[in-house]
């Protein structure tokens, strides 16, 4: 699973609508405890380096080499095998008519 980085405007919007979440009902405050309680504020290093924190690095099984996936205002960060897998995989996939109508729903 990658790590997701955010805008902190798009972050923002986001977090503010979890936290509407209903508090009484259990998968919303799962999502809350999950989303919004393992945010963390990322900087750039003096390299303009994104340090990613360990905790963050162990999740996404991060070891040594990555990919940052563009994604508008955010980007996803991936173990560059887990991504090359992840990659084979969803080329052998065969594409159903859910997936032509999204992209036909953008004009593409």
């Known amino acids: 699973m990658p790590s997701t980085i955010y805008t902190l ?3 923002e919007k986001i977090q503010s609508k979890i936290n509407e979440l209903p508090s009484f009902n259990k998968n919303a405050r799962r999502i809350q405890r ?3 309680g393992h945010a963390e504020d990322v900087d750039l290093d003096s390299n303009g380096r994104i340090l990613i924190s360990k905790p963050l690095r162990n999740f996404s099984e991060i070891t040594k080499k990555v990919t940052m996936i ?3 205002e955010k980007f996803e960060i991936w173990s ?16 159903d008519e859910s ?7 953008i004009n593409i």
């Not at 560059?80 to 594409?95: G, K």
């Not at 997936?99 to 036909?104: K, P």
């Open 70 to 72: 563009g994604q508008g």
């Open 34 to 36: 999950l989303l919004v």
């Open 9 to 11: 405007s798009a972050w």
């Open 80 to 95: 560059d095998l887990i991504w090359q897998a992840r990659v084979n995989q969803w080329r052998s996939e065969e594409t």
């Open 99 to 105: 997936e032509e109508s999204v992209l036909s729903d």
